[in-house]
Structures are given as structure tokens and as C-alpha cells.
């Protein structure tokens, strides 16, 4: 246990630590706007994806094993097994996410999701996992952990902001003269190039476990919600949305605690933009506002603020949570990814297996 001064050092580790946990999940999700165009699955991308991350939860059945049977084993080997595991799955769906395999008589994205599968290891375990290791420091230090987890979407998002989406595709006329085709501008580097970028973030998050130790988690939907008001749209909505949680996690650290009364009537706030949210994706391709600013406006803004209210909200929740110790923190990490799964999936079926949601041709038949 770590004394009473606070160190300063022992933060920016806790930091870079916390910004491995989701970073292979929530830089995928800013990629979306790219990827959607790009493989297979199109709109219905983000809906496969989370379905792949949520059977990553499989990491949580094989912890709570190995626990059975070595209950006497310390965390730390099982951390670095996840963060190595998950650094590898970015640096090798930078060269293989284009890799396709007919399925069911369709072509799917199976390296992708595949590799995705395994970089999602790493923040579903990591609730019941990582959470428990941090009752060995002091309450300080989950506050600057929760800001690192926050980083994992917020550097990410910064990264895809200067990436670019290049605009709008074009339609043009194919080589056969007779059909049209979209043509999509190129962003400023390539997928390939930014999940480096996320391998490179990875291996520090790796490294600062590793120098910790030796001192002592509705996004089926966004597709449809915000690509009928464009592409850029759909960006902008995915990045600042991200950047939302560790803004949050960041006035967690420096305001005071709120009351439970006072965080009831801020999640029962943000259920206002929330059916504005599902109203877009279910009134897709046709949303209100689809032709004006203020509907741009009006959407990115919905997602900023519902993301970053639920990020505030599960920053207190799981400080509440850690009063009752290890125990309690992975009742709170395993209650967490059982809602995520459960609601994952019934958005996976109603993508792709019903007509609520609904993908319009990029350059129909003239």
C-alpha cells in the first residue's frame, strides 16, 4: 500500500495504464465512418462489431475460471496476458481488417471482426479484472485511472478528427458505362496507418502496467442516427462523443461528489436526447432536420451530451461501488457488461434481422 503523499508519477502511470482498457474498442468505433464505407457490411458494421465485442465477454467466464482453480494466483499475470493480447490485435487488423470471407452466401469482414473480438478482451475483463487490482493503492489514484480509461476514447477521437473522412462520396460512372458507382475521398492517412497509432498507445499502456506493478466498457445505432445528415456528420458525432467521457471523468476529479438524487435527475436528463437519438436511427434514412444545419447541429450534440452524462454517472457509480472492496467492485464491473451484452444484442438483431433500420443505395439506378 502506498503511503499518504500522492505521487505524481504513480498518476501518469495510472493514466497511461487506464488508456489501454478500452482503446481497441473505442478507436475502432471512431474509425467507423471510414470502415462503414469500406467493407462489406456497410451500415450494419457497427452492429456485427458490437456483437464481436460483446462475445468478448467470454474473457470474464475464463477469469472467473481461473480463479476457481487458482484462487491463490495474483492479478498481474492475467493483466499482462490481456494487454499483450490486445496490442497484437491492433497492430495486426492494421494490415489485415480488408481480408474477407464469403459467409452464408455473403462476403463479411472476418478478419476484422475476428481481431476486433481479441482487442475487446482487454475492456470487458477489465471491469472485473483491473478494477479489483486497484484496491491495493489509494482512492486517489481510480480517479486518474478512470481519466486514462477516458483517454482511450479521447485520443483516439483526436486522432480521427485531424484523419479526416475526405467528404461525401461522389457518383460516378462505372467502367461498363451503363451503372453508377460512389467514389470515396481519401482522408488525410489511411485505417492502416491509425490503428499503428492505436498499437503504438497499447504498448504504452503495457509498459506503465508493468512499471505499476513492479512499484507495488447504444452505439448499433449511431450509423443510422447520424449518416443521413453525411459522413462528416457521423464523425463528429463518433469523436467528440468519445472525447465526452474523459471530460467527465476529469470533473469528477476536481468537483465534489454529487448526491444520488442529483445523478438520478441527470441520467433522467438524458433520456430527452436519447429518444431524439433513437428517433433519427428508426426515422432513418428520412430524419427530421435531414437537410438543415440544425439538424447536423442538433444530433452531434445529442450524442456529446448523452456520452458524456453516462460516462459522468458510471465515474461515481463505480467510486460508490469500490466502498464495498474487491468484491464489490467486480459485482459492479460484471452487472456493467451484462446490460452492455444484453442490449448489444437485441440491437444486433433488430439491425440486420428487421426493418427499423434502414440503409438508402449511395447512387441509385437512374
Not at 478478419?111 to 478482451?121: G, M, N, Q, R, V
Not at 449511431?222 to 467528440?240: D, E, Q
Request: with cysteine.
Amino acid at each position: 500500500m502506498l503511503g499518504a503523499r500522492r505521487r505524481i508519477f504513480l498518476d501518469v502511470l495510472m493514466a497511461c495504464w487506464g488508456l489501454g482498457t478500452w482503446l481497441g474498442v473505442n478507436g475502432l468505433y471512431v474509425q467507423l465512418p471510414l470502415l462503414v464505407e469500406r467493407l462489406p457490411e456497410g451500415w450494419a458494421l457497427p452492429s456485427s462489431m458490437t456483437v464481436a465485442i460483446q462475445l468478448a465477454n467470454v474473457g470474464l467466464i475464463a477469469y472467473a475460471a481461473m480463479r476457481r482453480l487458482l484462487p491463490r494466483a495474483p492479478d498481474s499475470p492475467y493483466i499482462y496476458i490481456l494487454l499483450s493480447v490486445g496490442t497484437l490485435a491492433l497492430y495486426l487488423n492494421s494490415f489485415l481488417y480488408t481480408e474477407t470471407a464469403v459467409l452464408g452466401e455473403a462476403n463479411r469482414s472476418v478478419s476484422f471482426l475476428a481481431l476486433t473480438f481479441f482487442a475487446a478482451l482487454v475492456g470487458c475483463t477489465s471491469s472485473v479484472l483491473f478494477y479489483p487490482y486497484l484496491r491495493h493503492f489509494r482512492d486517489v489514484y481510480l480517479a486518474t485511472y478512470l481519466v486514462g480509461e477516458g483517454l482511450s476514447g479521447f485520443l483516439p477521437s483526436l486522432f480521427a478528427l485531424i484523419q479526416g473522412v475526405g467528404g461525401n462520396p461522389e457518383c460516378v460512372l462505372s467502367s461498363d458505362n451503363k451503372t453508377m458507382e460512389a467514389v470515396y475521398p481519401p482522408a488525410r492517412f489511411n485505417t492502416t496507418v491509425f490503428l499503428i497509432l492505436l498499437g503504438c498507445l497499447a504498448t504504452v499502456s503495457l509498459v506503465s502496467f508493468s512499471l505499476i506493478d513492479n512499484l507495488s466498457c447504444f452505439l448499433s445505432e449511431r450509423s443510422y442516427s447520424c449518416m443521413p445528415y453525411g459522413t462528416s456528420v457521423y464523425h463528429l458525432a463518433v469523436t467528440l462523443g468519445s472525447m465526452a467521457n474523459p471530460v467527465a471523468c476529469l470533473a469528477g476529479v476536481w468537483l465534489k461528489p454529487v448526491r444520488s438524487r442529483v445523478l438520478a435527475a441527470m441520467l433522467c436528463a438524458a433520456l430527452i436526447p436519447l429518444c431524439y437519438i433513437i428517433s433519427t436511427a428508426l426515422l432513418s434514412p428520412s430524419p427530421p432536420l435531414r437537410a438543415e444545419t440544425s439538424g447536423r447541429v442538433l444530433v452531434v450534440l445529442s450524442w456529446v451530451l448523452v456520452c458524456g452524462v453516462l460516462s459522468y454517472g458510471r465515474m461515481w457509480v463505480y467510486g460508490w461501488a469500490r466502498r464495498g472492496g474487491a468484491t464489490g467492485m467486480r459485482a459492479c464491473g460484471a452487472a456493467t457488461q451484462l446490460g452492455s451484452a444484453v442490449g448489444s444484442l437485441a440491437l444486433f438483431v433488430l439491425v440486420n434481422y428487421s426493418s427499423l433500420f434502414t440503409q438508402p443505395e449511395l447512387c441509385p439506378a437512374t
